[in-house]
DNA sequence: ACAAAAGTGTTGGCAATACACCCATGG
DNA sequence: CCATGGGTGTATTGCCAACACTTTTGT
């Protein structure tokens, strides 16, 4: 891009701006950039993404994902990582940048972009604290009824969930959910879960297999019937199978 | 997100920043945002795109894709068409956000914050002409040597031919590049011209026509030769082909 | 022995590939 | 009639989806 105009001088003056502001911070005005991170979890078999509720402002009382303003100086995936830690307490094992909303209305105080992002964690037992900045904070089960969302949540709901269905069918990403060790039976019902739909068992090992990503463990879990085969995933970074 | 912390008092000091700022505008300093837009054309069976040359600061003389900084108050999508219109006084029939770049490195006078787009148009023989605010500006073939790009533009580059290449094989993005009306060899070659690699003609035909995006035209292009049937896409909004 | 979950093969249809010749026109 | 690009069909292959029974363990 051209960042010769970074200077405001250069700039053209936008729509309606005074010639000579009052406040000379006006004049300097720009879009803020913020992120917004849909953090997914795999519990019981049931996909859910966490939401806090907005404790004050015009949208007080509606639920977001969390996130929060860009600093000078700051990666947007640090920025991401930082809000969910400071939101929730945990640390994602994945995160992947999603698509930037920019519509000026979408937040009804002042001009925010947002940069949204998909995270994903594998333990579900590590359940989220609630931050003092939120009126409240908890897990909701997706596809399902969310609460009332604030901004254009809803549209970047959609959107965290579309990629992240699109991406099981080519990558390892199913990996960042799951614990190291796993039943394929455990494999198949995270699939099933964030699919929406159930799945062939014998067509879904043989696809699976087909991409080469996991290996067989020695060791098999005992349960109250046949024991399972354990599997893990060969690499813990995001694998890209080729379909050619 | 949460954007409660809009008003700057509620914002945590970001790293090293003095508790009290001597100039009050550096407490409210934030990431700027761009957009920066990768313009395609089809032009005798090559694809170029378009590049302008930076006339001043730290990276003058190195080339970039037509961008700058967004407006308060502006959709991304317009000051994306907005930017491209000032500098090459084209408008493009297909705009398409790709991703967003944040490394605060990449510009070396400030922390930019650019949402790449790609965008399309169909005639060739409009030719831009390069805006005052730059020394150059021109057409270059992709895939092939680009001059030196400034800032992060390389990878911009790179990723808006391979969601172009991607698009092409289940939607009717060609609409954008094409002609009203062309031949089924124009379409061809187009698609070879993108994905770089010669494609079976009568293969092509048969794929093509089973997404059934296009209709046949009553009329022929004579030429020295044996004529050929012109077609054109039914729609010229995009279409997404199902291939479950 | 029985209940419960784990594990395993085969077949048919569809879609993609590879491949070579005739056709229509202008000169 | 010839040169040039336009237009067409078939055989094979690999992939994916549908489908049901046997095995292993705990109780």
């Known amino acids: 891009m051209d960042h010769t105009n970074i200077a405001p001088e250069q700039r ?3 729509n309606g701006a005074p010639p000579a502001p009052a406040r000379r911070a006006h004049r300097y005005e720009r879009p ?3 992120v917004d991170t849909v953090l997914f979890v795999v519990d019981g078999g049931r996909l859910k993404t966490y939401l806090v509720q907005l404790k004050s402002g015009p949208l007080r009382g509606k639920w977001a994902f969390p996130g929060g303003l860009v600093r000078v100086g700051e990666m947007l995936d ?3 990582r930082r809000q969910l830690l400071s939101t929730t307490g945990l640390e994602c094992a994945y995160l992947e940048q999603l ?3 920019g519509d000026p209305s979408r937040d009804p105080r002042a001009h925010v972009v947002s940069v949204a992002y998909m995270a994903l964690i594998s333990d579900p037992a590590r359940v989220a604290v609630p931050s003092h900045k939120y009126a409240a904070g908890g897990w909701y089960e997706v596809p399902g009824q969310l609460p009332p969302l604030a901004y254009d949540h809803a ?3 959609d959107y965290a969930l579309s990629r992240l269905k699109a ?3 080519y990558t390892n990403i199913a990996a960042f959910v799951l614990p190291k060790s796993f039943t394929f039976k455990e494999l198949e019902d995270l699939y099933a879960a964030i699919l929406g739909r159930s799945l062939d068992r014998r067509n879904f090992r043989r696809r699976i297999a087909a991409m080469g990503l996991l290996k067989k463990l020695p060791v098999k879990r005992y349960g109250p019937h046949r024991p399972a085969g354990l599997y893990s995933f060969r690499k813990q970074t995001l694998q890209v199978v080729q379909m050619l």
């Open 32 to 34: 803020k950039v913020a």
């Open 78 to 80: 640090d920025a991401a």
């Open 99 to 101: 698509f930037t909303f």
């Open 155 to 157: 549209l970047i709901a």
């Open 12 to 14: 053209p003056q936008h």
């Open 167 to 169: 991406k099981l069918a």
